[in-house]
């Protein structure tokens, strides 16, 4: 079967639903009904995105259709708890949620019950070792559906990757809204951080807290090319230049403009590496 004939919409229809719960229950917040119809836009795109993939890695060529199914369903998936989780944050913006957590309890509730679907969701906004140091994963024994887990693994985090950058380019407002608007003032011209333009330096991406700037927010996602997985990704992002808008707002925002341009060289430098 090809991939464009394994039907999800009835997953679909289960993500939807977790969308509207949502957008009742914060209805009135116009930051808040922006944060979700910008979460269920994006995780069409991430379908998208993980359906490209499905297609052009060369890994996943002989994959069957249980696997392309699964691929789907991961990237269809893997924000629904978002919606918990904007919901959670109208009600106290103080504290700090795991939506990637909620998505596999949601998953659970659900029904499903494969480890290669709910794993992949419940890590992909983590650290690259958080799957390796998952306690269910390190109980499944080494078999082909513990292979197969990391590779779904690695399908969403690029997806989601690219799914977020391909966002920014074409809706600069979302990322401007989201990101900027509401950031104290303070922060918003505030300089890169040491430990920001360090983990530029180490290849590593960026972790949560480090970033105390609009500068440092966009170098965060700039690091995203350091955890990416298939060849395709590169390639995706080269193509449609997803990074040039981040390098002008990076050079616009930073006080320190050499800085800035160093960081832009440094990661475009980087991702051409990846693509020759």
Same mark, same amino acid.
Request: proline share 3%; charged share 30%; net charge negative.
């Given at each position: ?18 969308? !509207?719960?949502? /957008? ?8 808040? !009904? ?41 990237? /269809? ?7 918990? !989780? ?65 590779? /779904? ?51 590593? /991406? ?71």
């Amino acid at each position: 079967m090809k991939l464009h004939d394994i039907d999800v919409s009835k997953e679909q229809k289960q993500l939807y639903a977790a969308y !509207e719960d949502c /957008l009742q229950k914060v209805r009135g917040d116009a930051f808040f !009904e922006g944060f979700a119809q910008e979460k269920i836009k994006h995780s069409m795109q991430v379908v998208g995105a993980g359906n490209l993939l499905l297609k052009q890695e060369k890994s996943f060529q002989n994959k069957g259709e249980e696997f392309l199914r699964l691929g789907k369903l991961v990237c /269809l998936f893997h924000d629904i708890g978002r919606f918990k !989780e904007i919901y959670q944050l109208s009600l106290d913006k103080t504290k700090h949620y795991n939506h990637g957590h909620f998505s596999y309890e949601i998953l659970k509730d659900l029904g499903y019950t494969d480890l290669r679907l709910l794993l992949p969701v419940k890590r992909h906004g983590e650290l690259p070792d958080a799957l390796e140091n998952d306690a269910e994963f390190q109980q499944m024994p080494e078999s082909i559906e513990k292979q197969e887990t990391r590779e /779904l693994y690695a399908l969403v985090k690029d997806a989601d990757k690219i799914a977020n950058l391909y966002l920014i380019k074409r809706d600069e407002r979302i990322f401007k809204d989201l990101f900027f608007e509401y950031l104290p003032e303070e922060e918003k011209y505030a300089p890169i951080s040491e430990n920001v333009l360090q983990a530029v330096k180490e290849h590593t /991406l960026v972790k949560r807290g480090d970033d105390k700037s609009f500068s440092d927010r966009i170098i965060q996602i700039l690091c995203f090319v350091f955890e990416i997985y298939y060849q395709p990704s590169y390639e995706f992002i080269v193509r449609h230049k997803l990074f040039e808008n981040l390098f002008a707002y990076l050079q616009e925002y930073a006080p320190d403009k050499e800085q800035a341009q160093f960081v832009c060289n440094y990661i475009d430098d980087y991702l051409k590496s990846k693509i020759l």
